[in-house]
């Protein structure tokens, strides 16, 4: 089985509408982070959380709210879509390790449209 | 702003050859240099991370880091039609627990 894991793989929603994309891993990682990837952007992250009651925002965390239910569990939740979050989105992981980079480890991503 | 450059490409190699993919960034006092693969709608995948001065072998991968002139660059060498993909680039900036992905740069290897 995956390490991490993205539900749904793909969405297709209407503007206005709630959305939540849902991120499980079996790493046993502390830290999860949240990205969206746009042609020719690159990664850029929306929201970070390094343990269960520690949320962060990143540098596009508007129109998007996040939920840490449990150190193996991070949702995020797009509360009325709009077409313009159109993208990519990947949950990823990571665990701080001593002489070792923090190293970021990413599920198999959600393709979500929103019409 | 905290910023990871790389050329979009496409770079294009034949078969068999070394391909070198570069990476600027701008703040000079980060620590961590990571280097991603990214297939065509799939996630990123790790190659490998960086952090002292110098070229770090893995396989056919060769990371290569200048921290005086703060670019970080890969060399795939024996390139294979297999290594087409995006390569990202990313930075852990110091002070920072977050990295900076640069947008990629697209290796094409033809045969």
């Known amino acids: 089985d995956a390490d991490v894991t993205q539900t749904p793989r793909n969405r297709i929603t209407k503007t206005g509408k709630r959305i939540m994309l849902e991120c499980s891993q079996t790493k046993g990682h502390d830290r999860m982070y949240w990205y969206r990837q746009d042609p020719g952007l690159g990664l850029r992250l929306i929201y970070y959380s390094f343990d269960v009651k520690d949320i962060n925002k990143g540098e596009i965390s508007d129109g998007y709210s996040v939920s840490r239910q449990a150190q193996a569990k991070f949702s995020l939740s797009l509360e009325s879509a709009i077409p313009n979050q159109t993208a990519l989105y990947f949950c990823?992981?990571?665990?701080?390790?001593?002489?070792?980079?923090?190293?970021?480890?990413f599920g198999p991503g959600t393709r979500l449209t929103v019409l | 702003q905290k910023e990871v450059e790389q050329n979009s490409g496409p770079l294009s190699v034949p078969e068999g050859a070394i391909a070198s993919l570069n990476c600027t960034y701008s703040d000079r006092g980060s620590q961590s240099f990571f280097w991603y693969r990214q297939y065509s709608g799939k996630s990123p995948e790790l190659i490998m991370f960086?952090?002292?001065?110098g070229d770090k072998e893995d396989g056919r991968f060769t990371a290569q880091l200048n921290k005086a002139s703060q670019y970080v660059s890969l060399l795939i060498r024996d390139s294979q039609p297999s290594d087409s993909a995006t390569y990202l680039c990313a930075v852990r900036p110091s002070g920072y627990n977050k990295l900076i992905f640069g947008a990629g740069t697209r290796l094409a290897v033809h045969p």
């Open positions: 990823a992981t990571s665990a701080p390790s001593a002489g070792v980079p923090d190293t970021q480890y």
């Open positions: 960086i952090y002292s001065n």
